[in-house]
C-alpha cells in the first residue's frame, strides 16, 4: 500500500456533508419500501421500484461516494481536487436536487421533470467529474488504487450520459430503447462504478484499518480491468443481438465480482486485529450480499423458469442495492470518519481522541445487525409484502442508526475542538 499523504485531507467539512447527507436518504428508501413494498414486489419496472432504486443509488451510494473520493484522492493519491471546497458546497446542493426532482418524477409528477432532473445531475456531475477527472489524470501514484479510480470515473460518466439519455426518453424529449438503456445504465452505475470504487476504497482501508495482508498486486490491478472489459463486451453484445459476445461479458463481470469478494474475505480471515469489530462484520455482510446478488442475477442470464423471473429480479435488487453496497459503505464510513476526526484534530495539537473513542462499538454493532435483520426480511418478500414492508421499516431504522453514529463522532469533533482552542489558539488558514 503507498503512502498516505495526510497532510493533503481537504477540509473536514467537504467529504462529511455527504456522509451526513446519505442516512437522510436511506431511511427515506427504508420508508418508501414500507409504504410501497406490494407494488416494490411485484415488479422492477414499477415507477415506486424506480424511486425506491434511485433513492439509494443516487441518495444513499452515490452522496458517500462522491464525499469519499474527495478524500481518497488527495490522501490517497496524492493529488488534489481542484477548488474543492467550492465543488462540495455545489456538487452536494446538485445532487441532492436532482434526486429529489427525479424521484418526484417517477412518482407521478410528470414526464418534464424527468428532463428538469436529467439536466441538474447532468450539470451537477459533469462538474464533479471535471474536477475529479483532473484529478486523477494529474495523479502519479503508484499502486493499484489508482487505476481502479480512473476506471471508476471513466464508468460514472457512462453511467451519467445514460441516464441522462433515459431522462429524456422518459420526459418524452426524445425516442430511446428504455429497456436496453436501463440494462446498461444499472450495469456501468453498479459494477462499472459503485464496486470499482468500493475496490480502490477497499485496497487502501482494509489493510490499514482491519489489519490484513495488502490485496496480491496482479488481482488487485486485475479486478478493475476486468470489469471494464466485461462491461465493454456486454455493452456491445446486449443493444446489437450479439448474445455470445454479451455472454461473454457477463461471465467476466460475474468472474471478477465474485474474485473480488473472495479475495477480500480470504484477507479478512488472515487479520492480525484479535476478534472482529462490528467493521469487519460489515464487510462480511456487504461480500456475502454480493455474492448472494452474483448467484440471483446469473440464473436469471442463464435462463430460469419464467415464474420464477419477477422474484429473482426482486431479489437481484434486495441483495445488491439493500444489502451489499450499504454494509461496505458503513464499514467505510465507521473507519473513514473516525479517522478524519482524529487526523484534523490531532493537527491542532495533543489531546486527541483515539479512533476507538470518536464512534464506540454499541452504535455500529446496533446497526449492522438491524440492517442485517432488514436485508433477511426484505429478501423474505418475495414471498410476502408484509415481510417486505417490515424489512423496509428495519432498514430505515438502521439508516436512522447509521445517523445518529455519524452526528456522535461530529459531537465529539466539536467538543474536542472547543476544549483544544481553550488551550491554544487555532492555527491561521485551519478548517
Known amino acids: 500500500m503507498t503512502a498516505l499523504a ?17 442516512p437522510v436518504w436511506g431511511a427515506g428508501a427504508g420508508l418508501l419500501m414500507t409504504l410501497r413494498a406490494e407494488l416494490v414486489t411485484a415488479s422492477r419496472w414499477s415507477p415506486e421500484t424506480f ?44 445532487l441532492n436536487a436532482g434526486t429529489l426532482l427525479l424521484v418526484a418524477a417517477f412518482l407521478g409528477a410528470g414526464p418534464t421533470w424527468f428532463a428538469a432532473a436529467g439536466a441538474v445531475l447532468l450539470a451537477t456531475l459533469a462538474a464533479y467529474l471535471g474536477a475529479v477527472g483532473l484529478s486523477l489524470a494529474r495523479a502519479r501514484a503508484i499502486g493499484p488504487t489508482l487505476p481502479a479510480l480512473r476506471i471508476a470515473a471513466v464508468a460514472l460518466g457512462a453511467t451519467v450520459a445514460l441516464g441522462f439519455t433515459l431522462a429524456l426518453g422518459l420526459g418524452q424529449i426524445w425516442s430511446v430503447p428504455i429497456v436496453e438503456l436501463v440494462h446498461l445504465h444499472a450495469a456501468w452505475g453498479l459494477l462499472g462504478f459503485a464496486l470499482c470504487l468500493v475496490a480502490g476504497v477497499a485496497y487502501v482501508v482494509v489493510p490499514m484499518f482491519q489489519l490484513t495482508p495488502a490485496y496480491p498486486v496482479p488481482v488487485a490491478r486485475a479486478l478493475p480491468l476486468a470489469l471494464l472489459a466485461g462491461l465493454g463486451l456486454w455493452s456491445a453484445g446486449v443493444p446489437l443481438g450479439f448474445r455470445p459476445v454479451a455472454a461473454v461479458g ?10 473480488f469478494a473472495a479475495q477480500t474475505l480470504l484477507l479478512q480471515a488472515s487479520s492480525k486485529r484479535r476478534g472482529r469489530d462490528t467493521t469487519a462484520w460489515c464487510w462480511r455482510l456487504g461480500l456475502c450480499c454480493l455474492l448472494l446478488a452474483v448467484a440471483s442475477a446469473s440464473w436469471l442470464y442463464l435462463g430460469c423458469p419464467p415464474a420464477l423471473r419477477a422474484p429473482l429480479e426482486y431479489l437481484t435488487g434486495v441483495f445488491s442495492l439493500a444489502g451489499a453496497f450499504p454494509a461496505l459503505i458503513s464499514g467505510m464510513l465507521y473507519k473513514i470518519v473516525p479517522f478524519l476526526v482524529w487526523l484534523h484534530l490531532s493537527r491542532r495539537g495533543p489531546g486527541a481522541p483515539l479512533m476507538h473513542q470518536v464512534i464506540g462499538e454499541p452504535g455500529p454493532r446496533a446497526e449492522v445487525v438491524t440492517h442485517a435483520a432488514a436485508v433477511v426480511l426484505l429478501a423474505a418478500g418475495v414471498a410476502s409484502p408484509l415481510l417486505a414492508a417490515s424489512g423496509g421499516a428495519l432498514f430505515a431504522a438502521s439508516k436512522v442508526v447509521l445517523g445518529l453514529n455519524l452526528a456522535v463522532a461530529m459531537s465529539v469533533y466539536r467538543d474536542a475542538r472547543a476544549g483544544m482552542r481553550e488551550v491554544r489558539p487555532d492555527p491561521p488558514g485551519s478548517p
Not at 461516494?65 to 490522501?75: F, R, S
Not at 457477463?250 to 474474485?259: G, R
Open 250 to 259: 457477463a461471465a467476466v463481470l460475474a468472474t471478477a465480482t465474485v474474485a
Open 51 to 94: 424511486a425506491l432504486v434511485h433513492v439509494l443509488a443516487l441518495g444513499f451510494m452515490l452522496q458517500v461516494m462522491a464525499g469519499a473520493l474527495l478524500q481518497l484522492l488527495p490522501v490517497a493519491v496524492g493529488s488534489a481536487v481542484p477548488r474543492v471546497r467550492l465543488l462540495a458546497l455545489v456538487s452536494h446542493a446538485g
Open 6 to 22: 495526510l497532510d493533503e485531507s481537504p477540509p473536514l467539512h467537504a467529504p462529511l456533508r455527504f456522509f451526513a447527507t446519505a
